[in-house]
């Protein structure tokens, strides 16, 4: 079964607009990882948060985790057209096997 | 880092066929993994390609339907066998790179389409 479920399930945004996704999860973690998929194609690894950090940056990428609530942000600043994507959260379980298991993403469309 | 490629990047083979797909990675990794996702869905993991012993397959997933190797630390195929319209999805491979807490990289996927 599915371990993360992002919400929204799908979200439009106009262009320079900050999009929020989250995640949430049931188990305790090891990492938690996002990717991008643009329609239909293999995923693209955004960022790695291991569970012992609640915040990373990278360019305009910012993740938060919270692992008391089991949960994690995914906040694009400043979109752009080019962002527009589907976006999947995926965790590795603490002390358990080292496969990686998916949420059910988050379909961003960034509107010009 | 990781670069994956697979081969072929897309195909439409009729029902009851087989198509082998190749996934290599461009630097020895230790763990390497099949997923499938179905039209619109999420992807769920086939199985774990171990290095010279049988891989490992997840709940729902059998090795006579999607037989699977891995003969080195940078090269695995999959198999889709017997194949039927409901085999229609995008299978993607994975690498691990590091152990537990490391990067999984993905390619970019096989699109099948069974008719």
């Known amino acids: 079964s599915q371990q993360g479920e992002e919400d929204p399930q799908a979200l439009s945004i106009q262009e320079g607009e900050n999009a929020t996704m989250n995640c949430s999860y049931k188990?305790?973690?090891?990492?938690l990882q996002w990717y991008r998929q643009n329609s239909g194609r293999g995923l693209v690894h955004l960022i790695l948060?291991?569970?012992?950090?609640r915040e990373k940056h990278s360019g305009r990428l910012r993740v938060t985790l919270d692992t008391s609530k089991k949960s994690s942000s995914l906040l694009i600043t400043a979109s752009r057209a080019a962002d527009t994507a589907s976006y999947f959260c995926?965790?590795?379980?603490?002390?358990?096997?080292?496969?990686?298991?998916f949420g059910k993403g988050t379909k961003l469309t960034v509107n010009p | 880092s990781a670069v994956i490629s697979q081969k072929p990047s897309r195909d439409i083979c009729q029902r009851g066929t087989s198509l082998t797909i190749q996934c290599q990675v461009d630097?020895?990794?230790?763990?390497m993994f099949w997923y499938r996702q179905q039209p619109g869905q999420s992807l769920t993991l086939i199985a774990t390609?171990?290095?010279?012993?049988?891989?490992?397959?997840e709940s729902g997933f059998v090795i006579d339907k999607f037989p699977i190797s891995r003969p080195n630390l940078t090269f695995s195929t999959l198999t889709v066998s017997n194949m039927s319209p409901e085999d229609s999805s995008i299978y993607l491979c994975?690498?691990?790179?590091?152990?537990?807490?490391?990067?999984?990289?993905f390619g970019p996927g096989t699109r099948l389409l069974v008719l």
């Open positions: 390609a171990n290095q010279g012993s049988e891989a490992t397959y």
């Open positions: 994975s690498a691990l790179v590091g152990q537990g807490a490391g990067t999984q990289y």
């Open positions: 995926a965790t590795r379980t603490q002390g358990g096997s080292e496969k990686l298991v």
């Open positions: 948060i291991r569970s012992n950090e």
């Open positions: 188990t305790s973690i090891n990492n």
């Open positions: 630097s020895q990794v230790t763990m």
